[in-house]
């Protein structure tokens, strides 16, 4: 699994799959396992790339507490791979790392973005500080719980790679405090075409916030889908759908 060293810690990320580059980027408190949902519907006509940010799963350093470092790091993971042209697939903090790359870099092929907004003021706090719990109340604002219930061994496997990969303590509140400071300038700067997925009952990101991004991007789609904040998880046949698509449609970018 490669690694790359940054000025404070050293960054994990994996691969899989062929062809076009679609890199993940996580969203606030929780580990790579976030996008195991939707991996396997890219990989083979896409490569995707995964990393955990400073301090979660097997990455070191941290914490960290503005966008503009995350993006930092993102950049040195593309680079080290050699990717220098990707599409962008962010959730939450990770959509906002996203934006501010595609926006600064200009590198990104395309964005799709899930529960994301363009500004932390809209963030509802009580749900955010759920999410960043260590306990099993952190997946409340995220996924329904009757979804969970009714399925026992992927519960089972959620707090298995919870237990592992997610953020904790100043490195988890580094995060929270980077997604909260955050406002996205001059939006209509980041001509790359943008998918904003956004589950329809999301405590944490209200859906109107993702409403409003998609209409300030010059390119951006807005489609709602069934589900929580992570809504690409609870309603993943949905979400795969609307990623493969938007990403097949716009490979060749």
């Keep these: 699994m490669p690694r ?22 996580n969203d606030l408190s929780f580990g790579v396992w976030q996008w195991a949902f939707q991996q396997p519907a890219l990989a083979g006509p896409f490569e995707t790339l995964a990393f955990d940010y400073r301090g979660a799963g097997d990455s070191t350093g941290g914490p960290i507490t503005r966008v503009a470092e995350f993006v930092d790091d993102l950049a040195t993971v593309l680079a080290d791979h050699g990717a220098r042209r990707v599409h962008l ?8 790392v996203a934006l501010e790359y595609a926006r600064q870099f200009g590198r990104a092929r395309s964005l799709v973005l899930f529960g994301t907004t363009q500004s932390g003021d809209t963030i509802v706090n009580d749900a955010i500080e759920t999410m960043c719990a260590q306990d099993e109340s ?32 100043r490195v988890r509140d580094g995060q929270l405090a980077a997604m909260k400071a955050y406002s996205l300038d001059r939006p209509y700067d980041i001509d790359q075409h943008a998918l904003i997925v956004h589950g329809n009952a999301d405590p944490v990101v209200p859906v109107d916030a993702g409403r409003e991004l998609a209409a300030a991007l010059p390119r951006g ?33």
């Design 4 to 25: 790359v060293q940054t000025d404070g810690g050293e960054l994990r990320y994996e691969t899989t799959g062929s062809g076009p580059t679609v890199a993940f980027v």
């Design 89 to 96: 697939v962010g959730a939450g903090l990770g959509g906002m």
């Design 138 to 169: 952190a997946l409340d604002p995220c996924l329904d719980r009757e979804t969970l219930e009714s399925a026992p061994e992927i519960n089972a496997q959620i707090q298995h790679w919870r237990e592992s990969d997610d953020a904790t303590g």
């Design 221 to 253: 789609t807005f489609e709602p889908i069934d589900g929580k904040h992570m809504a690409r998880i609870e309603n993943a046949a949905h979400a795969n759908d609307l990623l493969v698509g938007f990403l097949e449609s716009h490979a060749d970018l």
